[in-house]
């Protein structure tokens, strides 16, 4: 990571469930009652927002297809945690969704680029070999190598078919060795 030059002008990228909140396996997190934050991902988001000008939430929400979910309630959640993460001193730039099925073929989920450029050309200072994506799943690590971006795993369960640039247990210990590493 220390040759990775990390400065104000990298944006960052972070996957959801597994990563910012507790993941339901074969389920979904369809309110705010199901949403758990994992232990330390709020002292991080203060961390990385003192670092990165961008930060954004990149997650594929398949309830909404399979009707589990609204899309209300998904953006019920989303203001939740930025509102979380604000008064813990942390920021989210934007929270970009694929709300459809996996079988779809115009599907904008990851590892497919769409929910990225969406946000490039949002936010046309970003230059993504000058960005981290954080996940714990493989589709998470291609979004982000198909896109020439750093990339970061969060283990978990999910069983590794690619392997990331650098893996670690939490967001938490990252931002710590990230700092530590600056």
């Known amino acids: 990571?220390?040759?990775?030059?990390?400065?104000?002008?990298?944006t960052l990228f972070l996957d959801r469930d597994g990563v910012i909140n507790h993941r339901i396996m074969d389920g979904y997190v369809k309110n705010i009652d199901e949403f758990n934050f994992l232990d330390g991902v709020l002292e991080a988001f203060e961390k990385f927002s003192n670092l990165f000008t961008h930060v954004f939430i990149i997650t594929n929400q398949q309830g909404i297809a399979k009707s589990l979910m609204t899309e209300s309630n998904l953006l019920d959640i989303h203001r939740?945690?930025?509102?979380e993460i604000q008064k813990a001193n942390g920021k989210i730039t934007k929270c970009y969704y694929a709300p459809e099925l996996k079988s779809d073929k115009n599907s904008t989920r990851k590892p497919k680029p769409d929910l990225a450029l969406k946000a490039k050309k949002e936010h046309d200072s970003i230059d993504f070999t000058k960005s981290i994506m954080i996940g714990d799943s493989d589709s998470d690590i291609l979004f982000g190598k198909n896109l020439g971006m750093?990339?970061?795993?969060?283990?978990?369960?999910e069983p590794i078919g690619v392997v990331a640039d650098y893996t670690c247990n939490s967001?938490?210990?990252?931002a710590d060795l990230l700092l530590k590493k600056l």
């Open 150 to 157: 750093k990339t970061v795993r969060i283990k978990t369960i």
């Open 80 to 83: 939740y945690m930025t509102k």
């Open 1 to 10: 990571m220390k040759n990775w030059n990390i400065d104000s002008s990298w």
């Open 171 to 174: 967001l938490k210990e990252f």
